[in-house]
């Protein structure tokens, strides 16, 4: 079997669901498994635009 390997980091994930505001949610319930899966999704789109920026702010 492979090992799981995290694509985002937990801080990153944190940032995501702080501008998304459902960072209480995440941690009131100490995990992500309570989070709908659409807000998920949100997460990573959010994350795609925080590499984006750091990747424009390098031009």
Known sequence: MSRRRRVMSDSLKMECA??????DTVINDGDFGNVSSRNCGNIVTTAIQIAERSLGAGK
């Open 18 to 23: 702080k501008e998304l505001g459902i960072y």
